[in-house]
């Protein structure tokens, strides 16, 4: 059973930045993609960021492109978000979700690893709060 624990949420001025971590166990995820959500307060959950296993290729959402960038160690099994120039619009639950994926880049699905909606994917952690406040 996989399970993936997000770190390194905290409570941060405007224009700080925060380093977040997916720890996975209890297999090898660098055959996964994985996808990086966010759920502010009375808004619906959404995709931030997300690397693709192999070449490691990145997508980012409009919002947080240029400030937010996403990398993986495989040997750590571990994804990491690092967020810079945060924003109070950057507040929510971050979450990180995993899905295992077939060359070139596609889940079972057949779509895109990366373009999936978070119920699409095959695990999940439970969520780290950031806070961007003054």
């Known amino acids: 059973q996989v399970q993936l624990v997000e770190s390194g949420g905290g409570l941060v001025q405007p224009g700080g930045s925060l380093g977040l971590s997916c720890q996975a166990s209890?297999?090898?995820?660098?055959?996964?993609?994985i996808k990086w959500f966010r759920q502010a307060p009375g808004k619906e959950r959404e995709g931030v960021s997300c690397?693709?296993?192999?070449?490691?290729?990145?997508y980012y959402a409009e919002s947080v492109k240029g400030r937010f960038t996403v990398s993986r160690d495989n040997a750590k099994n571990t994804v990491y978000l690092q967020m810079n120039d945060l924003e109070p619009e950057d507040t929510g639950v971050y979450y990180c979700?995993?899905?295992?994926?077939?060359?070139?880049?596609?889940?079972?699905?057949?779509?895109?690893?990366?373009?999936?909606?978070?119920?699409?994917?095959?695990?999940w952690g439970q969520g780290t709060r950031v806070t961007v406040s003054s």
């Open positions: 979700a995993a899905v295992k994926q077939y060359i070139p880049a596609f889940a079972p699905s057949g779509r895109p690893a990366c373009d999936l909606d978070w119920d699409e994917y095959e695990h």
């Open positions: 690397i693709y296993a192999t070449v490691g290729n990145t």
């Open positions: 209890g297999r090898s995820l660098d055959d996964h993609a």
